[in-house]
């Protein structure tokens, strides 16, 4: 049962931040909606009015240049994410990511701003996107704003965004293109489930990054180590930057040691 | 707001509040009950509709939202008055027990047989992973997909008997 | 009723016939309960409790009362109505306390769903919040807080069951054979340990739906998402003091059941909603939420075994006792108690016994009939047990449980002897060995192993279960003929999913000699159309009713042949038929057709003989009784269904990751009518039973709410869950009172899975678990511990 809300779906980008400066906190975003119809129904959420981004060019597609590296527009689904042979090319841990997500039908509504927005600790593109580097693009009737990815998860389902503001486009710098990477992700089943773990690591020449799901109030990102750190230089990052808890998916010792599981399997076979 | 939207072939405009979900227009609106709402949440499948060429849970898409769009669901399945080749395959291999998550199931290996019209087990367990069924265990509904694409070897159809 | 026909000559039956519900469910023409709206229908919505246990102090409905479109509200205060199937403990909405998180606390009817739900909203509850019973022996405990302090004054089944008033224990099962207490001292090992399950839920994919309708006269009328139309109707009469004959229950396409539908659920709320309404019908469909919480679930488990062991592997004593976690009502737990209490020991020979079951009221949602009826709970602990008990004495798991199987001249717990013709479970268990290749590793199990890192283990178990169900449970067919030859069969079992029905057509349409296109068995069910059937439930459905299909289709061959007798001037004893007519079995040309006889028979003057046709068959269980209160002796059990499971499991040593490789199973269906439904009826309750025993189950917080009412955090398996390899067998040992020698076998495939599943574990990498579902977690974590017995 979905309370009365009224639905807006404007066509123009300024017509989008015109009606988020009206109605403010009443307001949400709705991209896929496989997040906030469900918080609506649960009564977890009573917005007044949601606002539809997806018929609007700028949040939409994605672009790619040597320059700027990759842009994705907020609405831009999972199973888009997947299937483009650039980020399939170049971004493969971002688009095996959007693959963890759901399940078939959830992943051709979900999108990469909804999964960032909802901003929950088990988010797939959260720790995977961290490890990239990601900055996102946040627009409002102000102005424009753009903040590294780490900055802008602030708790549990809690990000840096303000009433009037949306996310437009999420960034990943030209230099995690072709990162060596590994994910690893844990479920109660084989089939869709949350992550009850997570654990993301991208590799350049440069850099060595570690990002962990479901083990902190948000998705979190050991950064910059070294590209040829150790398995136990990793482990001892990745073990400072989570503070995994007890609850009905798993405990805080079970999450502890799957984080180390998986660093040990994935370190050695970055692809 | 009023929507236009093609459903199995045929065009509807209708008026729908903002919170309609497109299951509730579906059933509700269109009467077209064959959809099914198992979880409202997006989980189970019950209520997967194609919506534009894509499986969707019709339980977390708002009606407002599919305006223009077009939907195939389990209605449009048959035509007249004779199963298609898949619903055919799923009577034959007893592919249905009690038919709750069917409807949705159906959708999901339509939009499979879209991509690749001879599957493999695993892509056929893939593609209805997202479609819960608490009857059949999964096997036999695999086997009618195998039997629609021309795949099922007879041997593994029966039980093997011992007195 | 089994007439050792050979297979050879059997047209129809034992074929993987077509299912003759499938076309409407495949279209989307098949009409569930939710799908019914019913003309000046109205919409109703609950309000549930948010604690465990609570007093409840003030209920304020005056802003819901005013709201417009609001048609009624009601409270517990208001009503004074229990419901109860064998012990009438539960009021329609709670009455001064709250017993469990979930509980139903008011309810609403209002023009749209959103009405209701706000009304809903607009109520408001003041709670004094107490410290509720979770924990199912504390609470069996004498001076335990009580969840029923009433329970001395509710009326209950008094010849079935033994409530302890003063206590939590709604009801205490004993079963007594032979010396429980010489056995133990001539045995050379005792072996004890406790196993536990959780709270686990159903989860058919359509939720309980009701449209319930209380008109002028106290006409009733119910439209309901039900497993049985007549239980509902008496339990419906007796709550409400209303004649049966003014009830009507309509079933119509059922998406699934496995027990939770089995009693009376939402059927009063609804109508007591509809009365306060004027009597406009109220429809209820309980979300997946509700389904979970304010709905029963299957009871949990506390199972303490303690077993003597003869060095040569002979059981020579076993001591056993049950605590059930009932949750806040007994519903169907206490009969599901003394049908495990009277099963406890699983297919295997005990010649010393002694059972005390208990169901244990506590302050959790409440247990209900679910597939297997106990037995997957039960059998969770003893098929651990008895891997510990080989272990213990160094024998093969398989050749102890081979030795210990009931067989031809065994007595059962209750004192029943066994015959060749009761089942074979240990050619069951022989065949899914052989299926997986017990006892030992193939090359390319081998090679798999150093390739993962995974160890593999290998597993078999056996299970065994009668239907629970009253010693007179009794059940009709009647077989309508029409007008162009073609017959209509009317009954009350439902068709919830299992596929029964194709199985009774094919037996009816065997008997008549028809084809099956030519017996019609409509799906809905109606009181006011149907015969009586007591219940579908307890894998009874095919054996009794498939034998009154068998009288009633004997019945109305038997009337055509008096007609056709005087039509054709001969003896009835002369005479034979095909699917079209009856004719002289010597004089094949001197017929008449069914067509002629259809409605009567009428001579070309018009005088006519006969009248409509019509066949009846009435089936009544036979020879059971029930069980001596005090020593559990007497003869429970229709038939008995045998089976085994064998199971391949690999799994991680160090991180308790696990695959599922392959699942073999094995049940003496005694002669299967539908092989392609006793398939889907193998493979969909074991991977039933693989969800239990892997990843479902209730988890509560400290106070007692339920911390995973939906698929978020409850899951269940999916496509991607199945085992990699399946193998099903029938065996076939002919039951002699089974229509053409079958038996039920719609529970017994989820049953001793999870047990199959611990053991292959613990025989892959050494985890030794007592408690269920085995999430990788526990299995981790038991690693973790000392290795007590690893793979040899």
């Known amino acids: ?271 | ?163 | 009723m089994f007439d050792n026909i050979p297979d050879s000559e059997l047209k129809i039956v034992g074929k993987g016939v077509e299912r003759i519900d499938t076309v409407e469910k495949l279209t989307g023409a098949a009409l569930y309960t939710g799908d019914w709206v019913v003309p000046g229908m109205l919409h109703g919505k609950v309000k549930r409790s948010p604690h465990a246990k609570a007093r409840i102090k003030r209920i304020d409905t005056s802003k819901a009362e005013k709201l417009a479109g609001v048609h009624a509200v009601l409270t517990g205060k208001e009503l004074d109505y229990r419901v109860g199937l064998y012990l009438v403990d539960k009021h329609v909405l709670a009455k001064d306390v709250v017993r469990h998180f979930g509980e139903a606390v008011a309810a609403v009817a209002a023009e749209t769903p959103a009405i209701a739900q706000q009304a809903v909203d607009l109520i408001q509850v003041e709670y004094e919040v107490m410290t509720p019973a979770l924990e199912p022996k504390a609470a069996a405990q004498k001076g335990a807080p009580l969840v029923h302090p009433d329970l001395g004054k509710y009326d209950y089944v008094k010849a079935v069951f033994t409530p302890v008033p003063g206590t939590n224990i709604a009801n205490h099962t004993k079963l007594r054979k032979g010396d429980v207490e010489k056995g133990f001292k001539e045995a050379d090992k005792i072996i004890e340990r406790e196993y536990t399950n959780p709270n686990v839920q159903h989860v058919p994919m359509e939720t309980h739906v009701t449209i319930g309708q209380w008109m002028v006269g106290d006409r009733i009328s119910i439209i309901t998402s039900a497993q049985s139309p007549f239980t509902v109707r008496n339990l419906f009469a007796h709550s409400f003091g209303i004649s049966h004959a003014n009830i009507r229950v309509y079933i119509p396409y059922v998406g699934g059941g496995f027990g939770g539908k089995a009693g009376i659920h939402l059927e009063p709320l609804c109508c007591l909603l509809s009365r306060q309404a004027g009597g406009r019908p109220v429809k209820i469909q309980a979300t997946r939420e509700e389904e979970f919480s304010m709905l029963p679930c299957r009871s949990g488990l506390v199972y303490h075994i303690k077993t003597g062991v003869k060095k040569d592997g002979r059981i020579v004593a076993q001591k056993m006792t049950m605590y059930w976690d009932a949750g806040a009502y007994a519903d169907y737990a206490v009969n599901v108690t003394r049908a495990s209490g009277y099963s406890a020991a699983g297919p295997y020979e005990i010649p010393n016994a002694w059972v005390d079951a208990y169901t244990v009221y506590t302050n959790k949602p409440f247990g209900t009939a679910y597939r297997g009826f106990g037995h997957v709970e039960f059998s969770w602990g003893m098929e651990r047990h008895m891997d510990l008990c080989a272990r213990t004495i160094g024998m093969d798991p398989l050749k102890f449980r081979m030795l210990n199987a009931l067989k031809p001249g065994s007595v059962s717990l209750t004192g029943e002897h066994i015959t060749e013709n009761t089942g074979n479970v240990r050619l069951c268990m022989q065949e899914v060995a052989d299926s997986i290749g017990y006892g030992k590793l193939s090359a390319a199990e081998k090679a798999r192993e150093k390739k993962t890192g995974m160890k593999i283990g290998k597993a078999v178990v056996a299970l065994h279960k009668a239907p629970a169900m009253p010693p007179f449970t009794g059940t009709v067919v009647i077989l309508k003929m029409n007008e162009d030859g073609t017959v209509t069969a009317n009954l009350s079992l439902t068709e919830i999913g299992a596929g029964t029905y194709t199985s009774i057509v094919q037996i009816i349409a065997e008997t008549l000699g028809f084809p099956v296109e030519k017996v019609r068995l409509p799906v809905e069910n109606d009181t006011d159309r149907d015969p009586y059937d007591w219940q579908t439930v307890a894998s009874k459905g095919l054996l009794l009713s498939g034998n009154a299909g068998i009288l009633a289709a004997q019945d109305l061959l038997a009337r055509a042949y008096e007609v056709a007798a005087q039509v054709l001037r001969a003896n009835p004893c002369d005479l034979a038929h095909d699917d079209e007519k009856v004719y002289v079995a010597h004089h094949p040309e001197k017929a008449v057709s069914f067509k002629a006889m259809a409605v009567g028979y009428a001579y070309p003057d018009g005088n006519a003989i006969g009248g409509p046709l019509v066949g009846v068959g009435r089936y009544v269980a036979q020879g059971l009784s029930n069980l001596d209160k005090e020593t559990g002796q007497g003869h429970p059990a229709l038939d008995w269904t045998y089976g085994a499971h064998g199971i391949i499991v690999e799994a991680h040593p160090r991180t308790g990751e696990y695959n599922v490789i392959k699942v073999a199973s094995a049940f003496d269906v005694g002669r299967a009518i539908n092989t392609r439904s006793v398939r889907g009826q193998a493979i969909g309750g074991m991977l039933q039973g693989l969800g239990t025993a892997m990843c479902e189950g209730y988890r509560y917080a400290p106070d007692g709410r339920l911390l995973n009412p939906n698929f978020t955090d409850n899951k269940i398996p999916t496509s991607l869950d199945m085992p990699e390899e399946i193998d099903c067998i029938a065996v076939e040992t002919p039951q002699i009172d089974g229509p053409f020698g079958c038996r039920g076998v719609g529970e017994h495939s989820m049953i001793a899975i999870c047990g199959g599943l611990g053991n292959a574990l613990q025989n892959a990498v050494g985890a030794d678990l007592t408690h269920m579902p085995i999430r990788q977690e526990d299995v981790w974590r038991a690693l973790q511990a000392p290795k007590k017995a690893g793979r040899k």
Request: proline share 4%; net charge positive; aromatic share 4%.
């Open chain 1, 1 to 271: 049962m979905l309370h009365e809300f009224s639905y807006l779906a404007p066509r123009e980008r300024k017509d989008l931040l015109q009606l988020l400066k009206k109605h403010s906190s009443q307001a949400r975003l709705l991209a896929g909606g496989t997040d906030l119809l469900c918080e609506i129904r649960l009564g977890t959420d009573r917005p007044e009015v949601l606002i539809d981004v997806k018929n609007i060019a700028e949040f939409r597609g994605i672009a790619f240049s040597e320059q700027d590296g990759l842009a994705v527009g907020a609405a831009v689904t999972c199973v888009e994410l997947m299937e483009h042979p650039v980020v399939r090319k170049r971004f493969p841990l971002l688009a095996h990511a959007a693959g963890q997500i759901g399940s078939a039908q959830l992943r051709n509504r979900a999108t990469i701003g909804g999964n960032l927005c909802t901003a929950s600790p088990c988010a797939d593109l959260g720790c995977s996107s961290l490890v990239l580097g990601a900055r996102v693009e946040l627009v409002s009737a102000r102005g424009t704003r753009v903040i590294p990815m780490k900055d802008f998860f602030t708790g549990v389902k809690a990000t840096q965004l303000k009433d009037d503001e949306a996310v437009q486009r999420v960034f990943y710098p030209v230099v995690a293109a072709g990162a060596k990477w590994g994910m690893e992700k844990l479920k109660r089943i084989k089939g869709h489930d949350l992550a009850v773990v997570s654990v993301a690591i991208a590799r350049t020449t440069q850099w060595l990054r570690v990002g962990i799901g479901s083990c902190a109030p948000t998705p979190v990102v050991a950064a910059d180590l070294p590209p040829n750190a150790s398995v136990k230089a990793v482990t001892e990052a990745a073990l400072k930057a989570i503070d995994p808890i007890d609850d009905v998916r798993a405990s805080r010792e079970f999450r502890l040691a799957m984080v180390q599981e998986f660093i040990a399997k994935l370190l050695p076979a970055l692809s």
């Open chain 2, 1 to 163: 707001m009023k929507i236009h939207v093609k459903v199995n072939g045929k065009d509807y405009t209708r008026e729908v509040a903002g919170n309609r979900t497109l299951l509730r227009f579906l059933r509700e609106d269109l009467g077209l009950t064959g959809t099914k709402e198992g979880c409202g949440a997006g989980e189970c499948g019950a209520c997967t509709v194609i919506l534009n060429g894509k499986t969707v849970n019709s339980c977390l898409v708002l009606a407002p939202e599919v305006d223009g769009g077009v939907i195939e669901t389990v209605e449009g399945e048959a035509k007249n008055g004779k199963l298609s080749k898949l619903q055919e395959a799923f009577h034959r291999n007893h592919g249905v027990q009690c038919g709750f998550c069917t409807p949705g199931m159906l959708m999901s290996v339509k939009s499979l047989l879209k991509i690749h019209p001879k599957p493999t087990v695993a892509e056929i367990k893939e593609a209805i992973e997202g479609n819960f069924c608490r009857c059949t265990g999964y096997q036999q509904i695999i086997e009618s997909v195998l039997d629609a694409t021309g795949q099922l070897k007879p041997r593994k159809e029966e039980i093997r008997r011992v007195r």
